[in-house]
Every structure is written in C-alpha cells, then in structure tokens.
C-alpha cells in the first residue's frame, strides 16, 4: 500500500511538471465510479442511438448499426469535477468530426449546440465546436475492453486533454453522458441536468469553472 501511495505522489509531481494537472486535482490509478440513478439494463436487440435536430435528415442507428460506423481510438487525460484526474486513458469508439466529414450525418447551418441525450431522462449540454472536436468521442470501449456498465455500457460521451493540444477546450468529464441514446442538434443552448442543478456550463478544467455561482 505504501508502495502504491508514494508511486502515485511520484507520477502526480511528474505530470504537474509537465503541466498536465489541472487546479485543484488530484492524480488517482484507480476509476471512481460516480453518476446519478442506477445503472440501466441494456439489450442490443431493442437499442438504438437517435441523430436529430438540426441535421438535414434525422437517423436512427441499431446497435449493429452503430458498430459498422468508422472508429477511432484517442489517448487523453480525464477529469473530474470531484477533483480526480486519470492520466492517458486510451478510449476507442466513433467520433462526430468523422461522421460530419465523411457525410454519413449533414448539419444544417443553424445547429450551434449538442444535447446527449441519456438513459432516464438524462441530459448534458456541450457547444457543437466540442462535440466536433478530437477529444470527443462517442466510446463504447476503454483501455481495450468495452466500458463497464458502471462506466456508461454499451455508448457513452467522453471529452478530455489531449497533451499539447492547448486548443481545444477541455471540459470537465461530466460533459460526456454515460448510456447514451441520442444526440440532439439545436440552434440554442439548452442546459443539461447538471447544468440546471447549478453546475457551470462551460466546465473549463484549467479555468476551474465547477460551479456556476
């Protein structure tokens, strides 16, 4: 156990020289298991991921659909707002950018905003030049193996910190919806749940934008 305590002090001191801990974070080695409600059944027969909104022609994927879509892997940091970080998470999934660029969804010009829709209800918000960007990815696997249901199991949003990518903006990880099941383009920003519980709605992690008040 001590061995493990200080191993994890060393790589926390590393990654801050290296200027990768955001304010107010911690480094952990393990994967805190924190969301809202209970973990839903899923059952590839009846799922589907719905595309709607402000795109030319909505589409409803089935789960082996969804599977034939063009994947991508990406190696990032991930942080919570409860101030724990995990460091190079390779994640594999789909990503939007890929989708847009190879026309297999259109966006109408007016779309501005994404809103994941989830299992129960379940909603967050992020801008369009987000979801769009390399460090989003719609997963549906994590360090190799498919998430586990605790993690978002069969689809779920995650967004973090590419190393030297100082251009795209990184949210804190709540931004990425577990269990997702719909993505919906709009014109106009729409808080998400964590957002109308007060939660800030840009979520800078070097900013440290947890809160909005």
Not at 122 to 144: D, R, S
Request: proline fraction near 8%; charge should be negative.
């Amino acid at each position: 156990m001590l061995e493990n305590m200080f191993g994890r002090r060393e790589d926390e001191e590393r990654i801050k020289k290296e200027g990768r801990l955001p304010p107010g974070q911690s480094l952990t080695q393990k994967f805190p298991v924190l969301h809202y409600g209970p973990v839903p059944p899923f059952n590839p027969a009846t799922w589907t991921l719905k595309l709607h909104g402000e795109v030319e022609e909505p589409v409803t994927w089935t789960w082996d659909q969804f599977n034939q879509l063009p994947r991508t892997g990406v190696k990032m940091d991930i942080h919570c707002v409860t101030r724990w970080s995990k460091f190079d998470t390779l994640w594999e999934g789909v990503s939007l950018r890929t989708l847009v660029d190879q026309g297999l969804i259109k966006l109408k010009p007016a779309a501005r905003h994404v809103i994941q829709h989830a299992e129960y209800g379940f909603t967050v918000n992020i801008p369009l030049e987000v979801a769009l960007a390399e460090n989003f990815l719609l997963a549906t696997h994590f360090e190799g193996e498919p998430i586990s249901p605790e993690h978002g199991y069969p689809l779920r949003g995650v967004v973090g910190y590419i190393p030297a990518r100082e251009d795209l903006p990184t949210p804190y990880l709540w931004k990425g919806a577990k269990w997702l099941r719909g993505l919906e383009f709009k014109a106009e920003d729409q808080l998400g749940f964590w957002e109308q519980a007060g939660y800030h709605n840009e979520a800078d992690v070097w900013k440290e934008q947890r809160f909005a008040r």
